[in-house]
């Protein structure tokens, strides 16, 4: 009993990780919920419970955040296998953060305060970047996406990106786990007490005055940044229909569905008068009505001109000369035919869900409910443009990530606008946390970030990640967006993610210390 009561520590930090997110969303714990692995890997352990300890701590974390795929995975597949999902996406999250923890066991044992301190920082970062690299990444459960109801505090990723929040975040802790263990910045060398004190508190002088160097600029240099904004502001209507998710991919109302939409396009002009841009989630166009409706295309053409006003849409397209099939954004302007339209094809696209085909028989013999798979990767990063204003959209799974929005924003997109459908997230924290992504998004490249959701959340974020309009979740209804597109050129938009690369070369430094060390 207990050898097996150390490991409370790891997950001592999984519970704090789980109550900086939502929907507790106490994110300031985030800040203080590592530490009880920085003291569990600094116990008589080995490397190998160091790296079961992070394991466990991790899957109980990651358990939690990839919970609510379950009831998505619901409409596809039997609950038990979207319970094997979760679990499967948990343990590979877990490995991650097991990696860690068996980083830190080394780094805590060695004698410079400065390499354990810069090197777990690095390490963590290097090793989020590695987990939202590639088809199959994600960013679920970041540390960073903890402090996105903190709009002073995302002022961070204007200068550093994303990767220098979760960067100062462990190097904080980092700092507080010497201060804890060594108070006074005192450490007793065996055989030479005074001397050895004294070396201690300058090398962790060091380190805290370069954490507030770094902090105290990433809060105060972006301020400083040039800024743009349009003279007349522009109307938006969002539209979020409120269809939900079953009857969403029932062919059966696939017309009653499409049609609702047109209708709320209609009311929302009615109710807000003269408008610049009206916006639809993503797919209300979906395969089902494009394919058994054909002419629902030129009823979105004929709308846009009986309205006057442009149609941004989540829409299905398909290739016939290539033969794919898309999940796009379309522009539909007044008076041009559909074929004449700006579009979008979704580049990343959600693992397994949109880009997997399913023989038939295995559709028969897991009992899957819906056909998944259809889509293919666009393959060019587009922007959409009305005279000359000139903005981005991109597709649901898309806005965890940087990109492509920031090839937007790099083309001269001055917003950028999420179609999303989330009704299959139905009343989880998966809204919640698709919705904070955005909001990050929007701090880091200085530039608005609009969410459109069937069923929510339909929320905007300006420039600075400060939420500026949000609707209910679940309630039928139109939002009128008034922005006049204001931005600022953030250093991540000029140089992408150099941070990553400085860790990187971090973490360099630190293997030739410890292979020196090994040398000798």
Same mark, same amino acid.
């Given at each position: 009993?207990?050898?097996?009561?150390?490991?409370?520590?790891?997950?001592?930090?999984?519970?704090?990780?789980?109550? /900086?997110?939502?929907?507790?969303?106490?994110?300031?714990?985030?800040?203080?919920?590592?530490?009880?692995?920085?003291?569990?890997?600094?116990?008589?352990?080995?490397?190998?419970?160091?790296?079961?300890?992070?394991?466990?701590?991790?899957?109980?974390?990651?358990?939690?955040?990839?919970?609510?795929?379950?009831?998505?995975?619901?409409?596809?597949?039997?609950?038990?296998?979207?319970?094997?999902?979760?679990?499967?996406?948990?343990?590979?999250?877990?490995?991650?953060?097991?990696?860690?923890?068996?980083?830190?066991?080394?780094?805590?044992?060695?004698?410079?305060?400065?390499?354990?301190?810069?090197?777990?920082?690095?390490?963590?970062?290097?090793?989020?970047?590695?987990?939202?690299?590639?088809?199959?990444?994600?960013?679920?459960?970041?540390?960073?996406?903890?402090?996105?109801?903190?709009?002073?505090?995302?002022?961070?990723?204007?200068?550093?990106?994303?990767?220098?929040?979760?960067?100062?975040?462990?190097?904080?802790?980092?700092?507080?786990?010497?201060?804890?263990?060594?108070?006074?910045?005192?450490?007793?060398?065996?055989?030479?007490?005074?001397?050895?004190?004294?070396?201690?508190?300058? /090398?962790?002088?060091?380190?805290?005055?370069?954490?507030?160097?770094?902090?105290?600029?990433?809060?105060?240099?972006?301020?400083?940044?040039?800024?743009?904004?349009?003279?007349?502001?522009?109307?938006?209507?969002?539209?979020?229909?409120?269809?939900?998710?079953?009857?969403?991919?029932?062919?059966?109302?696939?017309?009653?569905?499409?049609?609702?939409?047109?209708?709320?396009?209609?009311?929302?002009?009615?109710?807000?008068? $003269?408008?610049?841009?009206?916006?639809?989630?993503?797919?209300?166009?979906?395969?089902?009505?494009?394919?058994?409706?054909?002419? /629902?295309?030129?009823?979105?053409?004929r709308k846009a001109r009986d309205l006057e006003t442009p149609l941004l849409i989540g829409s299905y397209y398909q290739d016939t000369e290539k033969g794919h099939e898309y999940n796009s954004i379309i522009l539909q302007k007044p008076g041009d035919s559909f074929r004449d339209n700006q579009r979008y094809n979704k580049i990343r696209l959600v693992p397994f869900a949109e880009h997997l085909e399913v023989p038939g028989f295995i559709e028969r013999i897991f009992d899957l409910r819906v056909a998944i798979g259809v889509y293919s990767p666009g393959e060019e990063v587009k922007v959409f443009n009305l005279g000359d204003i000139v903005f981005g959209g991109i597709i649901c799974f898309e806005s965890y990530f940087p990109r492509p929005a920031l090839d937007m924003v790099r083309?001269?997109?001055?917003?950028?606008?999420?179609?999303?459908?989330?009704?299959?997230?139905?009343?989880?924290?998966?809204?919640?946390?698709?919705?904070?992504?955005?909001?990050?998004?929007?701090?880091?490249?200085?530039?608005?970030?609009?969410?459109?959701?069937?069923?929510?959340?339909?929320?905007?974020?300006?420039?600075?990640?400060?939420?500026?309009?949000?609707?209910?979740?679940?309630?039928?209804?139109? $939002?009128?967006?008034?922005?006049?597109?204001?931005?600022?050129?953030?250093?991540?938009?000029?140089?992408?993610?150099?941070?990553?690369?400085?860790?990187?070369?971090?973490?360099?430094?630190?293997?030739?210390?410890?292979?020196?060390?090994?040398?000798?």
């Open positions: 009993m207990q050898r097996h009561f150390k490991y409370i520590l790891p997950l001592f930090t999984a519970l704090l990780l789980v109550f /900086s997110f939502p929907r507790w969303d106490q994110g300031y714990l985030a800040w203080a919920a590592l530490l009880p692995l920085f003291f569990f890997c600094r116990q008589e352990i080995t490397w190998k419970e160091s790296l079961g300890g992070g394991l466990l701590g991790g899957l109980v974390f990651f358990i939690f955040v990839s919970a609510y795929l379950v009831y998505s995975l619901d409409f596809f597949f039997p609950r038990y296998i979207g319970i094997l999902v979760v679990f499967i996406i948990a343990l590979y999250s877990a490995l991650f953060f097991a990696v860690f923890s068996l980083g830190l066991f080394f780094l805590l044992r060695q004698p410079s305060k400065l390499v354990l301190i810069f090197g777990s920082s690095s390490l963590w970062v290097v090793l989020e970047y590695l987990r939202a690299y590639g088809d199959f990444g994600h960013t679920g459960g970041f540390l960073g996406y903890s402090q996105s109801i903190y709009p002073l505090v995302l002022e961070i990723t204007a200068l550093y990106g994303y990767w220098g929040l979760p960067f100062l975040m462990v190097m904080f802790q980092g700092i507080i786990y010497l201060l804890i263990r060594y108070p006074m910045g005192l450490e007793r060398d065996k055989g030479q007490e005074g001397g050895g004190g004294k070396r201690k508190v300058f /090398s962790l002088g060091l380190p805290i005055i370069i954490f507030i160097l770094l902090l105290g600029t990433g809060l105060l240099l972006p301020s400083t940044f040039p800024q743009e904004k349009r003279e007349d502001p522009l109307r938006v209507a969002l539209i979020q229909g409120n269809i939900p998710h079953e009857r969403k991919v029932d062919a059966s109302y696939a017309w009653e569905n499409f049609t609702h939409y047109l209708g709320l396009s209609t009311k929302a002009r009615e109710q807000h008068g $003269s408008l610049d841009l009206i916006v639809w989630p993503e797919l209300v166009l979906s395969r089902n009505t494009a394919l058994v409706y054909p002419q /629902s295309y030129h009823q979105v053409a083309m001269g997109g001055e917003h950028i606008f999420i179609l999303t459908n989330n009704a299959l997230f139905l009343d989880s924290n998966g809204l919640e946390q698709h919705a904070r992504a955005a909001a990050v998004r929007a701090a880091e490249m200085g530039t608005g970030f609009t969410q459109v959701a069937n069923t929510g959340y339909t929320i905007s974020f300006n420039y600075r990640g400060e939420e500026v309009l949000s609707m209910p979740t679940w309630v039928e209804g139109t $939002s009128l967006l008034e922005t006049d597109f204001s931005r600022r050129n953030t250093l991540y938009r000029q140089w992408g993610d150099y941070f990553v690369y400085l860790c990187a070369l971090g973490l360099l430094a630190v293997g030739v210390h410890f292979f020196q060390k090994y040398e000798k």
